[in-house]
């Protein structure tokens, strides 16, 4: 985190820093929630499962990423009281295979994020494609999907996940708190 005049602030983290197990690259998404919570979403790593292929053999705990979110608190721990341990990691259980760009939705700590579902497979001429269907999920204040918006998905496209064309890209939400997507 970065102060004012643009310097790391050395009361958050370590030294400026939060330490979020991000799976090699950066967030996709983040927001400041009213509280003065940060949500991170992006990749992160499969925390305590096994890595039967030996893959990291530096940190054996990992096994692989995931996408998912991580909140934090305003001093840049993880915020223990989102999803349990401060990251919800998306599983088969909810069909989403991604998460993007995230906005606050709401005063009571919601937020609104791009997510992408696997759509159906099938043959072309230039072989099998895969369908990705892209929309907006709502994460509740303790980091569980909420199934009443949307049925836990609100679908905007569908295009070949080759190109990505199905995929949601950003979105604003008005004082009305209507959705708009690009």
Not at 49 to 64: I, K, N, Q, R, V
Not at 83 to 103: I, K, M
Request: charged share 20%; hydrophobic share 40%; net charge negative.
């Amino acid at each position: 985190r970065l102060d004012v005049d643009g310097r790391l602030d050395l009361t958050f983290g370590k030294c400026g820093v939060a330490e979020v197990p991000v799976w090699g690259t950066p967030g996709l998404g983040v927001e400041i929630d009213a509280a003065g919570r940060i949500v991170v979403t992006g990749f992160f790593f499969d925390v305590g499962t096994h890595d039967p292929w030996g893959t990291y053999p530096w940190e054996p705990e990992y096994s692989g990423p995931v996408y998912g979110a991580a909140r934090l608190l305003a001093d840049g721990s993880l915020d223990r009281a989102f999803s349990g341990d401060g990251l919800l990691e998306l599983d088969r259980a909810t069909g989403l295979t991604s998460l993007g760009p995230v906005h606050a939705s709401g005063s009571d700590g919601a937020m609104l994020a791009v997510a992408d579902k696997p759509g159906p497979d099938y043959d072309t001429p230039v072989g099998l494609r895969h369908d990705t269907l892209g929309g907006l999920v709502r994460i509740a204040a303790d980091g569980t999907i909420d199934a009443t918006y949307g049925g836990g998905f609100a679908q905007i496209g569908q295009g070949y996940y080759v190109e990505n064309v199905g995929s949601v890209a950003d979105f604003a939400v008005d004082s009305l708190g209507r959705t708009v997507v690009a």
